[in-house]
Every structure is written in structure tokens, then in C-alpha cells.
């Protein structure tokens, strides 16, 4: 009897330490272990009345973190303003502006029991904060700890619910203090020991970025997911760099810190960066297959990945298949089913839209609060050109997703209303070649010119992966040889800091201005000039050499393309990138991304001076107006907000036939408001 009762002892033990070996090994789980996919909610990018569901909506299998966003408003241990847009309108904690959201404080719950990780992000780009010194930010972290984590306070806008942790969207103000606030939110962390809980950080991909950058280097962050969009730099150029954010996470204070690749979450998310899911399935393939710190994909935001039919069901579950498949963890979603996925090619269109300007009220808890993200405003009509597909398939996927027909592209408008963003056109990953050279100089860019004169520049290059076809991308295979056969007639490319035109099948190899270099459109179909660091730099060239590229990525399981990196515009007040998104049949389309150093708004209206070239003519301004004197411009933007550090200003122009681009000069930029 003793001995059957002490092997039912030795029984129940066994199971119970079985079952604390179980209930440790969930609690130990994090969405850093495996590839995941992060998604922003709260701030209604699509834009209409009924877009944004419940936060407890996106808690299925699709996603693994979800950033509630945003906190904003804050400067001390003061209370800050919360602003998830539809997603909560109050009431208000008597006294002050902090919305009491009990349904969010529901939803968290229902979602961490799903086990999804719960973060909300500091920042965006409406309303202005930052901090005087340390000292206001170890206040702020207390504050934060108290009201969103385990800490204690009668004014918690969700109530007992606990997040997982903090992100950092921070667009404007300064660096001071944050680091300082991480490090009192890493000890306040430490006292609970009932979860995991995470840093990240929303840095811009220009790197390193202007507000993040020094406080990345500073301290631990867990996750940072980079915004490949509205930038020089977005996923489709020739200058994507998660390569140097790669290199950037290794030598990092953790060097184990995953760097995530945000896009869009369709072409009304952001004003530019939208990737088709064709053109995005063999990037991820590629970034994880090539980078030890690639953490996955993250989606601004909700509202619109899940309403984007680019790819059947819809763009979020076909990022989450793929992502999940990279790690042979499909999940467990019961409206899965088991099939090889099948790609069919789908025209990419844009259709005639007029939109309305959209306010942003930062007084209204019912407004959404814009980030970098933002999306841009123009009413003026789009036209119509069908692109070039081809076809992919993968079998790891476990959900069947199919292509529809049609994309409706709208132009862009300004926060929450709809915008234009134009498809990248389908293609599968190429392997690239790297080459190191020097420079062409010359003062022409005429596209009929072909005489050259050779000069030496240094560069430092930005490492990118080449993610498609050299059929479909302003991005060489190798450097190109005047004179040497080309196959797609009219096709312009980059070659080092000169462009190259197929005219005849031939190559016909032209020079960017003396100290520009040559940069693709952000959409990757065609190329314009610029001030920056020549990336790839190709050799002077003679008749009979064409210089064979070598990975400069040491890093890297596969060849990369070095592309250019871009000379911003900085005065002690504003930092601002100028980025080419389109450049077509003598017209064009760009974005000038403008953040404030200081702790002060842009206000109401942002005015912007610049110098373009002779054959330049800006035509349209989102959201705007514009006056053009001779080579001056004069732009005048309505930022739709008194309170916001952040300018994203969509201008359409006209370029003569017979040149390239060359964008305009930094130096010649100047912003008063």
C-alpha cells in the first residue's frame, strides 16, 4: 500500500511538473523566436467610418504582435492625450484628456489569452512632445508604467489590463531623454516577473534615423520595425537597406535585436511604399534566408491589410502565411485549409479619383492621429496603365490565396482618406551583382549626349537587396557597357552615378550632373539624378570592359546590389528627404518627408522654397498650392494640423522628354510655417 502510494505521489508529481514545464515553456514564448508578423492598430488608415474594428478583431491567427498607437502629447510625468481613432471614445478621467477605453481594456485581455503580445507605440506624427532633459523622461517612464503597465494609478485607460510593452514611433522633437526612459521602463519591467516585456522602436529606413538613431545606439531595444516607405530607401529602390540596418543590429547593444520590414498595408496606407504581395513574397524569402536579425513583417496598420484584396483573402493573411511558412508554422486557424498556394498575374491599374481634404482635429478624441505613415491629399485625376506581372507559386504556404483582377489606385490624400500609391509590378528575386568603380561627371543629362569625362568619388555605399528582375527595375544586373545589347526597349537603369537607356537594343550609358548620382524611383521602374553617396559606382568605361560585381555583404548568403544613399536637407530645425516615388512618359511624381528637430509644430500650413532644374515644372502639390518663378518654387501645404512635427507633401511635376530627372537641390530648400 505505502509502495502504491508513494508511486501515485511520485504519479502526481510528475504530472504536475510536467504541466509547470508546459505552462513555462508558453509563458517563455516570444514572437522574437520565429519569424512574426507585427501590425499597427488604432488609427484607421483606410479611413472610413467603418474600417477599424475591434482591437479583439485582428487577434487571429494573422498576426502575433499587435502596437496599439498612439500616445502622444507628453513632455514630463505629466498625464499624456491617448488617440486610437474610432477605436475608443471615452469618456474622458475627470480633470484631464486621457480617454477611459473599457472596451480596449477587453479586447487586450481576450487577446493575450490568445497569446498575442499587446504593445502601444509613443509618438506619430500629430501633436508635439519630447523632453527638456532626463530627469522629465525617468518621470514620463513612471508615468507610462503606472498607467499602461503593472504599476498603479486611478487613471488607467484600460483599466487592469496589462500591456506587454512599449514602442517608439518618435517623428519629431529630439532624442533627448529617451534613453534615459527606457532604462527606468527596463527596471520598472523587473519587478514583474509574470511576463515578457519588449522595447521597440518604428525608426524611418534613412539610416541612421534622425531621431532614433543615437538612442538605438544607446541602449537595448528588442525589435525595431524599420518604415521602408515614404522614403528614398522604401522596399522597391535601388536603395533599400536592410543591409545596413542588419549590420547596424549586430554591432547594437543587443546584438540579438530583430529588424522587422514595415510596409504598408496597402496603397492607401502611406503615401508611398505600397509592395504588391507578389513583389513582397520573394523579398521576405530573400531577407530571411540572407539575415540572422530578420524578425519578419510588420503592417501599418489594420484597417487597411485586412481590407486589401490584393492577394485572396486578403494582403494581412497572405503576409501572415508567408511569414509563418518561412518557419514551417502555418498556425492553427480553423478557416485554413490545406493547398498549394497559386499566384495568378493581376494588372495593377490607377483610376480617376477625386478626394476631399480631411482634417485632423487633435482636440477630438475621435480623430486619428497621423504618423510618417500619412498618407497625402491631391484631387486631381489619375491616369490608367495596366503593368507587367509574372507569375510565382510556393507550396509552403497551408491557406490557398489567389490574385483578383483589379486594383483601384487613387491618388493621395491627406490622413485618413484614401490615396495613390501604384503597384510594383510582379517579379521574382534575382540574384545581383556588385560592382565598385568611379564616377562619370559631366553637366549634361541629355539622353542624346554620350560623351564623358571620368572623375574619382568616394562613396558609402548602402547595401540592398535586389528583389526584382532586371526586365522590371531602374536596378542593373552589373554596371552597364555603352554601346552593349540591351533587350527592353525604353528601359532606363542606374549604373553607378550615370543612367543607362536601352534605344535600339543597345545601351546607350549617360552621366548624371558633376556630384550627383543616380537613384531609381522609389516604385523601382525608372531613375532620376540626386545629391547623395554613389552606391555601386561603376568604372570609367572603355569599349571592351564590363566590370563583374562581387557581394560586398559579408553578411550575406547571396549577392546584394550596393544602392546610393541620399543627402537629406538639415538646418537645426527641420530634417527633410526629397524621394522621386514615379517618373513615367515626361511627367512626375515625388514626396518630400519633413520632421522637426525641435519640440514646436509645423502648424497649419508648412511653406517649402526650392530650386529645380531648367526643363522642371511642378504642376501639383497634395493638399497644396504651388507658384513657380523661372528654377524657384514656392509650395504651400496644408498640414491639416496645428500641432504636428511632421510634413509628408506629395508634388506632381513635368520633365522635358529628351532628359532625366535630377531632383532638387537640398541646399535650396527652406521651410517656414
Known sequence: MFGHCTFTHLAAAATTAIALLAMSSVHAASFLDKPSVVTYWGQNSKGSSDSQKSLASYCDNNSDVLIMSFVLDFNDGSLPMLNLANGCNGPTFSGTELLQCTGVAADIKTCQDKGKTILISLGGANGVYGFANDANAEAFADTL????????????????????????????????????MIK???????????????????????????????????????AVNVQFYNNYCSTTSSSFNFDTWNTWAKSSPNSKVKVFLGVP?????????????????????????????????????????????????????????LVHGLSGDDGDDETSTSATKKHTTKSHHKTTSKTKHHKTTQASHRSSVSTTRSILNTSKATRTK?????????????????KTKTSNHSKYTHRRTTTKTKSKTTSKATKSKIIKSKTIKSTSIDRSSTKSKSTTTKAKPTKTLTSTSE???????????????????????????????????????????????????????????????????????????????????????????????AKPYKNGRVIAQFSVTKSD??????????????????????????????NIKITSVAGGTVSQTGNQVKIQYKNGSKKTMVAIVGIEGKVSTDNVLVAPNVNSMKFSS
Open 184 to 222: 527606468r521602463l527596463r527596471k520598472h519591467f523587473a519587478t514583474d516577473s509574470s511576463k515578457e516585456y519588449y522595447i521597440t522602436g518604428a525608426p524611418q529606413c534613412p539610416y541612421p534615423d534622425a531621431m532614433l538613431g543615437t538612442i538605438l545606439d544607446a541602449v537595448e531595444f528588442d
Open 386 to 402: 495596366p503593368s507587367k506581372s509574372t507569375s510565382a507559386s510556393s507550396t509552403a504556404a497551408k491557406s490557398t490565396f489567389s
Open 585 to 614: 512618359a515626361g511627367s512626375f511624381e515625388a514626396v518630400i518627408n519633413a520632421r522637426r528637430l525641435d519640440q514646436k509644430s509645423f502648424g497649419n500650413t508648412v511653406v517649402v522654397s526650392f530650386k529645380v532644374a531648367d
Open 265 to 321: 498595408g496597402s496603397d492607401t496606407a502611406a503615401g508611398s511604399g505600397y509592395v504588391a504581395f507578389d513583389s513582397l513574397e520573394p523579398i521576405v524569402k530573400e531577407l530571411q534566408s540572407t539575415y540572422s536579425n530578420f524578425g519578419g513583417v510588420t503592417l501599418w496598420d489594420a484597417s487597411a491589410s485586412y481590407a486589401n484584396t490584393d492577394v485572396s483573402p486578403n494582403y494581412q493573411a497572405g503576409v501572415a502565411d
Open 145 to 180: 508604467w503606472n498607467i499602461f503597465g503593472a504599476g498603479e494609478s486611478d487613471t488607467r485607460p484600460f483599466g487592469d489590463a496589462v500591456i506587454d510593452g512599449f514602442d517608439l514611433d518618435i517623428e519629431g522633437g529630439g532624442s533627448t531623454g529617451y534613453v534615459a
Open 471 to 565: 526586365s522590371n527595375t531602374a536596378s542593373p544586373i552589373s554596371c552597364v557597357l555603352n554601346d552593349s545589347k540591351c533587350s527592353t526597349e525604353g528601359q532606363i537603369v542606374c549604373s553607378g552615378d550615370s543612367f543607362a537607356t536601352c534605344n535600339h537594343g543597345r545601351w546607350k550609358l549617360r552621366q548624371c550632373p558633376s556630384s550627383l548620382t543616380c537613384f531609381s524611383t522609389t516604385d523601382g521602374t525608372s531613375v532620376y539624378c540626386g545629391q547623395g553617396t554613389s552606391g555601386t559606382t561603376c568604372p570609367a568605361f572603355k569599349s571592351n570592359l564590363l566590370v563583374e560585381a562581387t557581394s560586398l555583404s559579408a553578411d550575406s548568403k547571396q549577392t546584394s546590389f550596393v544602392g546610393p544613399t
